[in-house]
Structure formats: C-alpha cells, structure tokens
C-alpha cells in the first residue's frame, strides 16, 4: 500500500483534503481539457474560432487577475476554491447546451474565466503559506503523484465515453464529479490573506524582470503543451482515441520522474535539476514537428512528459518559496498576468502564421528559458 510518508517528510494534515479535490479535479479536467478544441470542430466551427476562443479567455485572465485577486482575499481562500467548482460545472452544462441547443460556445467562457480567476490565485496562496519551506518539494510532488494517478485515467476514459456514448454523456460525468469534489474541501479553514498590488509593481522592480519574462514563457509553454499540441494530434489522425492514449502515456509518464524530483528539489541539486528539466523538455517540442505516427506521438508523449516533471517540481517549489517570502498576494497576481500575455502572444501568432511548426520552435525557446529561474 502507498505510504503517505514514502516521500521521507511528515505528511502534511492541514492540506490533505486539498490533495483528495485537487487530485479529483485533475482527474476531470484530464477528461475535458484535451478534447475542447475536437469538440469545438465537432460543432462546425473552425481552427480560428478556437484560437479566438482561448484568446477572449487568456485576456480576460490578464485584465481581471488583480480584481480578482482582491476578491479572494476579501472573501477567502476556501470560499474561493469552493466557488470555482460549481462554476465549471456551468460551463461544462454550457458547452453541453452548444451541442443540444445550439449555444454559442462563447458563452462557456463565463463561467471558466470566474472559475480560474477564483480557484488559481486562492490555491496558490494556500499552498505557499501551509506548505512547509524545508520539504516544499517534496508536497509540491505529493500533490502531483496524487494528481497524475487520477489523471493518467482520464483522457483514455473520456476518449471511450465519447466514442461510445458522445460528448453529452461526457459533460454530463464530468459535471456530477466535480460536484463531489466538493465534498472534502468543507473542512478546510477559512483564511483571508494580505493583498498588495497596483500598477507600479510591474515597472518599479527592474530585479524582477527575469521572472516576468521566465512567466511569460510558462504561459507560452501551458497554452501550447494544453491546448495546441492535443489540437495537433487530432487534426493528424482525427480520432479521440489516440488522442486519449496519448494523454494518458503522458501523465503516467509523470509518475516516476516527479517522485525522483521531489526527493531532490529540497536539496542543493534543485537549481541543476531544473536546468536539466528544461533542457529536456525544451527538445521535447523539437522533436514534435517529427510527430507523424501514431507510435512517435505516444513516444514524444512520453518523453514530454518525463522531461517536463523534472522541470516542473522544481520550478513550482522556487515559485511557492517567492510567494511565501513576499507574505501577499503581489508576486501571484504578477504571474498569472505575464502568463497571460504569454498565452495571448503564441495564440497571436499561431493566429497569423497557422504554423504548428513554428509554436513547436517557440515552445522550445520558452522551455530553456523557464530553466533560468532562481
């Protein structure tokens, strides 16, 4: 049976419930988040009215990260991460209603900008001020373990209920599970953190600009690594099955490496192992363009996903010690925003160019520099 304190530490009780939800979340989005774009063609809409989709939603994050933010330390952090369950019950019953009622899909994008607004900044500053400094590696990779377990089954589960059953049964499942997810986090203590932004914090901290560009890389990587890179496998082979094996091989592929990394990201060989994460997840997308088999995409899948666990822990221990040493909620909002104009940028330009080839260069050039935070 698996351990709780396998990972050399004491297990953490004050986010234990957390793990249960966010690890169920994980699952469900596993299930969904891949499919989006197939499903959003499925519709009859086009390859720019994806990319139109994803970009409405990636400024909405940039404009609204601050006020939202705001709102998650007026109301709290459990009321927030509660919230944002519900919310993307509604957007799934939306993009449901786009199938059976002929719904704009624009109209899900509500609900899910409220809900990332509402969950992200509110876990971050829950997770930076329980989590403890000395083993902050090793719970990043505890929360990821629980997470990639759940995860590995979701996009080869989904994949069968759309083949078998159809998207409708799919949002259906989905919707019920994240409503159970719920569940756990009522016993969570309620916590009404500090904040601290305004305007002048992007332009007085010159020291800072390192991590606003390694921020606008992570969103650069994300989009394209969530959304572009499932969008690739599918117009290749048009079946919901390869793609559900290929997320599934990816995640599984996470298990082993974030265990390794967790054990080291607390140690002195954090830094070098983030370098050698980003290095090998920065070949990973040179290697994608190379992707014309089903065989390659399932070892790309898995080789993206080794190399992006080593990159991965450690750069989330770094970001939570950064977080914790601020004591607010500034250096949260400044993230999510730069992430966001990373998201907006490779959008853009895969808008204008319609090359995967060029993303796939970009992502690369993204990845090395995510290697350089400190």
């Known amino acids: 049976m698996f351990?709780?304190?396998s990972f050399g530490f004491s297990f953490n009780r004050k986010l234990s419930t957390?793990?249960?939800s966010i690890s169920i979340r994980s699952l469900i989005l596993s299930m969904i988040g891949i499919f989006i774009p197939a499903y959003i063609l499925s519709l009859g809409y086009n390859l720019n009215d994806i990319i139109i989709y994803y970009l409405i939603f990636s400024v909405a994050i940039f404009l609204f990260t601050p006020v939202a933010?705001?709102?998650?330390?007026?109301?709290?952090?459990?009321?927030?991460i509660v919230a944002s369950f519900p919310l993307l019950v509604i957007a799934y019953l939306l993009l449901y209603s786009s199938e059976i009622h002929k719904i704009s899909i624009y109209w899900s994008l509500i609900p899910t900008i409220l809900s990332f607004l509402s969950f992200w900044p509110a876990f971050h500053t829950d997770f930076a001020s329980n989590s403890n400094k000395d083993n902050r590696g090793h719970e990043v990779g505890y929360v990821q373990i629980l997470s990639i377990i759940l995860a590995s089954i979701g996009p080869i589960l989904a994949a069968f209920i759309i083949l078998f059953f159809g998207f409708s049964v799919l949002f259906i499942t989905i919707s019920i599970l994240m409503l159970l997810a719920i569940i756990p986090l009522y016993n969570i203590e309620e916590n009404y953190p500090k904040h601290k932004f305004n305007l002048r914090d992007l332009i007085i901290k010159k020291r800072a600009l390192r991590d606003y560009f390694i921020f606008f890389s992570?969103?650069?990587?994300?989009?394209?690594?969530?959304?572009?890179?499932?969008?690739f496998i599918y117009l290749m082979f048009r079946d919901y099955l390869v793609l559900g094996y290929a997320g599934s091989l990816l995640s599984l592929s996470l298990l082993i490496p974030v265990y390794i990394a967790s054990k080291y990201t607390?140690?002195?060989?954090?830094q070098k192992l983030l370098s050698i994460g980003s290095l090998l997840y920065s070949l990973s997308w040179l290697l994608r363009p190379f992707a014309s088999t089903i065989r390659s995409v399932y070892l790309i899948s898995i080789f993206s996903g080794i190399s992006g666990a080593l990159l991965y822990v450690p750069y989330h221990s770094i970001f939570y010690n950064k977080v914790t040493k601020n004591n607010t909620t500034e250096y949260i909002v400044i993230r999510e925003m730069f992430m966001s104009l990373g998201r907006i940028f490779v959008l853009t330009l895969f808008y204008l160019t319609g090359s995967f080839i060029?993303?796939?260069?970009?992502?690369?050039?993204?990845?090395f520099f995510r290697g350089f935070y400190k």
């Open 266 to 270: 607390d140690s002195k060989k954090r």
């Open 69 to 80: 933010t705001k709102f998650v330390s007026k109301a709290g952090l459990k009321f927030s």
């Open 358 to 367: 060029i993303l796939f260069i970009l992502s690369a050039i993204a990845s």
């Open 3 to 5: 351990n709780l304190n």
């Open 18 to 20: 957390e793990y249960i």
């Open 218 to 231: 992570e969103g650069i990587d994300i989009m394209s690594d969530g959304v572009l890179w499932p969008l």
